[in-house]
Nanobody
Framework: QVQLVESGGGLVQTGGSLRLSCAAS????????MGWYRQAPGKQRELVAT????????TYAASVKGRFTISRDNAKSAVFLQMNSLKPESTALYYC???????????????WGQGTLVTVSS
């Protein structure tokens, strides 16, 4: 069974940077689109960024465009989120997602990680 494990969260000051990582473990047949979501306290979960299988197509939430960069390493079944110029409103639990091929279905299923906490102090 494929699982996603995030890392890289932590406490940073306003204007600082963090790099989040997410790796898929288990028997990975194929990963299609991957992405990052976040959920701030008292708010709904929102999309942060997505990246296609090839890595050539990316999308970003307007609030992070120009400051965050999503990338992936298919050889390692991993996705990353480089976050620069962090603001207090970036404080949230960040989740990675991946569309993983399930041979038993067979179809792609969206998997979620357990989340990694990012806290930006003012």
């Amino acid at each position: 069974q494929v699982q996603l494990v995030e890392s890289g969260g932590g406490l940073v000051q306003t204007g600082g940077s963090l790099r989040l990582s997410c790796a898929a473990s288990g028997i990975v047949y194929s990963l299609n689109d991957m992405g990052w979501y976040r959920q701030a306290p008292g708010k709904q979960r929102e999309l942060v960024a997505t990246i296609s299988n090839s890595g050539r197509e990316t999308t970003y939430a307007a609030s992070v465009k120009g400051r965050f960069t999503i990338s992936r390493d298919n050889a390692k079944s991993a996705v990353f989120l480089q976050m620069n110029s962090l603001k207090p409103e970036s404080t949230a639990l960040y989740y990675c997602t991946a569309d993983s091929f399930d041979v038993d279905s067979p179809r792609y299923r969206t998997l979620w990680g357990q989340g990694t906490l990012v806290t930006v102090s003012s």
